[in-house]
Structures are given as structure tokens and as C-alpha cells.
T-cell receptor, first 109, second 114 residues
């Protein structure tokens, strides 16, 4: 079957760095998406990886290892506004997105 | 630029009632999707559409119907609501179904079935 695993909740301190991991098993693979979702709001697109390696976009970076079925989202210089859920989604061979349950990130001052 | 707009934002129904959720997008996207989001679970695809006049079943289609009569609109219907359909419903759209094209989401409809 198809499955996405990510931690349920993480806590970090303002100004620090946090890494949110995601492992996936899908029938075929056409890329890995990360979305941010603030409580009560819509998910918004953060990043997309299809090749192995690190993609950097400002304070946020995303890494992919296709051979390990593994990705992580790295958030630097954490700000209070980064408190949100982070959703990992893998695109399978039919170009359908398989979603993880999300990681709730709590930022403490 | 409104993006993806969902109506209504909140609704309470009684078991057995019917209703339609409306999704409208102004980005000229071909693909549109309906998801439900439940606590502790990932987004689950209900139905999707690859263009005007077409629809297809997703992961959890039972109890729902959809229509895409116009490119910009995607309707989700509940014919006979059940408490198990209490959820937050999100509509999304994208240019194409594949490659690095992110889906853009509406603000959601919070639906409670009593």
C-alpha cells in the first residue's frame, strides 16, 4: 500500500533550526511536496523535489533521497509565525498526491 | 485575484439532509479536486476533474457526487448526509495534473452532520 509517515508534533525555540522528516512508500514516484497549514486555514505550497538533493528557498530548505524514500523540511531562524502544521505529500505513478497526516510545529519564545 | 473560493464556509446539517458545496477558481486551471481533512489523518481525495465536463473518483468517493459543468466551477454534493461525513472539505486546483505544479487550495468548508 501507499503510506506517508511524519512526526505528529514537534517543538522548537524561536530563532533555532528544526528539521521535519517524512518517509514515503508509493506506487511509482513523481515528486515530493511540502505544504504549510496554519490552524483553521488552507494548505499553502512550500516546496517541490523530484531529484535527489537539497532545494533552498530563503529560510526553508527541502531535501529528497529517492533511494531511501525520505525527505525533510528544514526551517532556519524560526519565527513565531512558523507555528503551523507541515504536510508532506508524495505524487504516485498516477500523479495523485498521497498526503501525510501533518506535523504540528510549536514555536516557543 | 481571489484564487480558489469555497462556499459556504460553515454548515450544520441533520442526518439525511442534502447539500452542495461550491468551489470556484479564477486561475484558468484545468484540474480541480475535492479533499476531506479529518483529525490525525492526511488529506483524502474524494473526487477530481481533469477538465470541463469530466470527473473521476478519488480515494473516498462513496456518499458524494460531483459535477464540473463550467471550467471554473466544481461542485460537491452530499445526497443523504451521514455523521461520518463530518469533516473539513477543501477544494484545490492546478494547471496540470503532473510535474511540479502545486495545487492551490480554498479556505475550506467546515461541515457538521448531527
Amino acid at each position: 500500500g501507499q503510506n506517508i509517515d511524519q512526526p505528529t508534533e514537534m517543538t522548537a525555540t524561536e530563532g533555532a533550526i528544526v528539521q521535519i522528516n517524512c518517509t514515503y512508500q508509493t506506487s511509482g514516484f513523481n515528486g515530493l511536496f511540502w505544504y504549510q497549514q496554519h490552524a483553521g486555514e488552507a494548505p499553502t505550497f512550500l516546496s517541490y523535489n523530484v531529484l535527489d538533493g537539497l532545494e533552498e528557498k530563503g529560510r526553508f530548505s527541502s531535501f529528497l533521497s529517492r533511494s531511501k524514500g525520505y525527505s525533510y523540511l528544514l526551517l532556519k531562524e524560526l519565527q513565531m509565525k512558523d507555528s503551523a502544521s507541515y504536510l508532506c505529500a508524495a505524487m504516485d505513478s498516477n500523479y495523485q498526491l498521497i498526503w501525510g497526516a501533518g506535523t504540528k510545529l510549536i514555536i516557543k519564545p | 485575484n481571489a484564487g480558489v473560493t469555497q462556499t459556504p464556509k460553515f454548515r450544520v446539517l441533520k442526518t439525511g439532509q442534502s447539500m452542495t458545496l461550491l468551489c470556484a477558481q479564477d486561475m484558468n486551471h484545468e484540474y480541480m479536486y475535492w479533499y476531506r481533512q479529518d483529525p490525525g489523518m492526511g488529506l483524502r481525495l474524494i473526487h477530481y476533474s481533469v477538465g470541463e465536463g469530466t470527473t473521476a473518483k478519488g480515494e473516498v468517493p462513496d456518499g458524494y457526487n460531483v459535477s464540473r459543468l463550467k471550467k471554473q466551477n466544481f461542485l460537491l454534493g452530499l445526497e443523504s448526509a451521514a455523521p461520518s461525513q463530518t469533516s473539513v472539505y477543501f477544494c484545490a486546483s492546478s494547471y496540470i495534473h503532473y510535474e511540479a505544479q502545486p495545487q492551490h487550495f480554498g479556505d475550506g468548508t467546515r461541515l457538521s452532520i448531527l
